[in-house]
């Protein structure tokens, strides 16, 4: 494994001096040199976060290692390369918007087909899911930067960007002082917001959607990650009992989302009457919120209605309520009362299993 690793390492400078030389000789080279510098960087965190959880690379604790990485893992390195290459734009080379833009777009896409590749090889480990935590994590910092240079995401998601970092360094501060760690229960939305905040940076560092709208979604987007941290610490500390969690959760699904989509319905409404919009507009707006209403896909609804909203979105008080309804529906989904929650299901799935 480690002369595979050694491989993908070496394979990896060489697309990062192959990739900023070429930018070099068509634009500029000392932004060239940094980026390359920036993106070595980070690449040689990628290689180091691997080398040093090899032994982790088994089905679990009392498993054999595999020979060879696997494809799982590889997708996964990959993906913690497309990154580095993304990292390569900050800080002097934001004219670029396109190249951060595509690589961020391939590693979000690879972070549902890496799970997929293991499943379906057979060859799902420890390791894996260590560098999916990790490079996540890395995305989130990297990625927020450039879009909050760019002016597409509000300065305060770096507050998400760093709460992965903060959350580990208090654990580990927990042992060191020999403090009781108390156990938290599995709950497939954190994979689910964890995706969701990848996606959508993605898509923020497209020049698709109104800065203004996505600045104030990224705290939309924000919060409920933010909220689920609070609550995971306190059951650590043993403040708050984990099946105070599986209250909440079904709260939410009862109560909280359902509300959310009959919110949803004044919002418009109004947003409607105060800036009138074209006929297409108006059809895929009816659409959207049919599909919500009815709880019909409705995740794929409030994606709908959030990219014809990020489009031309009014500035007002109104709006930004609404920004924050549509992008909770398409982050928790439609809840209780829905006919059919296909979307929820395929959030919560995992491909090849």
Known sequence: MKNELRTIGLLGIAVLVFGFGSLGFAQDWLAAGQGLLQAGLLWGFVCWCVSHRLDLNRANADAPLYKTLGWGNRLTILRGGLIALTGGFLFGNEGNIIFPAIFYTLAAILDRLDGFAARRSKQVSLLGNELDITFDALGLVVAPLLAISQGKVHWSYLVLSVAYYVYQWA???RQRQGLAIHPVPP????????GFQMAFIALTLW???NP?????????????VLFGFAMDWWVVCGKLQANVLMSLDRLSDRYFQP??????????????QA??????????????????????????????????LGWRMPDSLISIVLIFTISWILLLGTGRFSFWQWDDEWVKRYDGA
Not at 212 to 224: K, R, W
Not at 286 to 304: F, K, N, P, Y
């Open 187 to 194: 709950n497939p939305l954190r994979r689910t917001l964890a």
């Open 171 to 173: 654990l580990q501060r």
């Open 275 to 308: 800036h009138p919009v074209n006929h297409v507009v108006d059809i895929g707006l009816s659409i959207g919120t049919s599909l919500i209403l009815l709880g019909v896909a409705g995740r794929l609804g409030a994606l709908l209605l959030f990219l014809l």
């Open 212 to 224: 203004a709208f996505t600045t104030i979604a990224s705290i939309a987007f924000m919060l409920p």
């Open 207 to 209: 020049p698709l959607l």
């Open 259 to 272: 509300a959310l989509r009959v919110l949803l319905i004044p919002l418009l409404f109004w947003v409607a």
